[in-house]
């Protein structure tokens, strides 16, 4: 059973400090990472795809990849309330299509205060 | 079309109805994915197409559901009989192939079993 595992949360931090959100996941097999946002009531959006050991910078979003220790990272700079919202992590097997289904964790719920 | 479109939007079925999801992938787009999201939780892989072949379909969680994508571009997830516990949304999505790039969702049908 291939398993990702998220906190919860609720994970509350101000307006303009750092949100650092986590995942593990248990299929060494996996190659590709996803990070989805998903605001309530609507469908999860990519924001983030990592392949590579380290660090991948987009615009306030900085994902961390560790596939020795199967841990995959969020961070996300200067966050906005407009933030608020739930991230899933998603390890693939593959690099998408064909080549692997995207497996969810639970998600994580991030709550930006003004 | 310029997203995948899912329809229809809401569905409220009695227990016992029979019911279809539509969903109308990305034009090009070669593979496409069902999955059930249970509120509070992350998604969870139903099946997967790539054209008119299912692939995949472990995640069906019984032989009530069933889908099709017989020429390859849309796709009906149908369920018999429903039960109570099917009340969730219904998230397709699709990817070109061999991007690696994740998969975009559609807005979702959220299923409502009586």
């Known amino acids: 059973q291939k398993e990702v595992e998220q906190n919860s949360g609720p994970l509350s931090v101000p307006e303009g400090a750092i949100a650092s959100l986590n995942c593990t996941y248990s299929?060494?097999?996996?190659?590709?990472f996803f990070w989805y946002r998903q605001y309530s009531g609507k469908s999860p959006e990519l924001i983030m795809s990592?392949?590579?050991?380290g660090d991948k910078e987009d615009g306030r979003f900085t994902a961390q990849l560790n596939k020795a220790s199967q841990y995959v990272s969020l961070l996300i700079r200067d966050s906005q309330p407009s933030d608020s919202a739930t991230y899933l992590c998603?390890?693939?097997?593959?690099?998408?299509?064909?080549?692997?289904?995207?497996?969810f964790g639970k998600g994580t719920k991030l709550s930006v205060k003004p | 079309g310029a997203g995948v479109s899912q329809s229809p939007r809401y569905k409220v079925a009695k227990r016992g109805q029979d019911v279809a999801l539509r969903c109308d992938p990305i034009?090009?787009?070669?593979?496409l994915f069902w999955y059930q999201q249970a509120l509070g939780q992350g998604p969870e892989f139903l099946t997967y197409?790539?054209?008119?072949?299912?692939?995949?379909k472990s995640g069906l969680p019984s032989d009530r559901f069933f889908a099709e994508r017989p020429e390859g571009s849309v796709s009906t997830l149908k369920i018999q009989r429903t039960q109570q516990e099917d009340s969730a949304v219904y998230l397709c999505?699709?990817?070109?192939?061999?991007?690696?790039?994740?998969?975009?969702f559609g807005s979702g049908t959220r299923l409502t079993v009586v």
């Open positions: 197409f790539q054209n008119e072949a299912q692939l995949d």
């Open positions: 299929d060494r097999g996996s190659q590709s």
């Open positions: 998603a390890p693939c097997e593959g690099y998408g299509g064909s080549q692997g289904n995207l497996i």
């Open positions: 034009s090009g787009h070669v593979s």
């Open positions: 999505a699709s990817s070109v192939e061999g991007q690696g790039s994740g998969y975009t």
């Open positions: 990592i392949y590579s050991n």
